[in-house]
Nanobody, 124 residues
Framework: QVQLVESGGGLVQAGDSLRLSCAAS????????MGWFRQPPGKERDFVAA????????IYGDSVKGRFTISRDNARNTVYLQMNSLKPDDTAIYYC?????????????????WGQGTQVTVSS
């Protein structure tokens, strides 16, 4: 019954910003670390960002450090990914996921539930 629904993707130009949202249900959201991953066309899934249950600790993939910010609103059961200075290489399907761990983790094997994904396309 766990459900994760991503939204906020779209087609933007290089340099633009987007904010992705992931609404969670079917779990005690505040108890779980959350993560974002992405899968570019024809490539493997890649770690983007993760956040601990309280929102006090975050980690990021090297390619998005300084540009993306993960945050969460436990009262709304929602995790966000603010994406600034978007590049064509950011084009991917973006997935949110529920972590098995308390601390943020960067491996997909550490996540038990996944959303359906939302497409982000960045043009040159």
């Amino acid at each position: 019954q766990v459900q994760l629904v991503e939204s906020g993707g779209g087609l933007v130009q290089a340099g633009d910003s987007l904010r992705l949202s992931c609404a969670a249900s079917g779990l005690t959201f505040r108890n779980y670390a959350m993560g974002w991953f992405r899968q570019p066309p024809g490539k493997e899934r890649d770690f983007v960002a993760a956040i601990n249950p309280s929102g006090s600790s975050t980690i990021y993939g090297d390619s998005v450090k300084g540009r993306f910010t993960i945050s969460r609103d436990n009262a709304r059961n929602t995790v966000y990914l603010q994406m600034n200075s978007l590049k064509p290489d950011d084009t991917a399907i973006y997935y949110c996921a529920v972590s098995y761990t308390i601390n943020p983790i960067n491996t997909p094997r550490g996540y038990g539930y996944w959303g359906q994904g939302t497409q982000v396309t960045v043009s040159s």
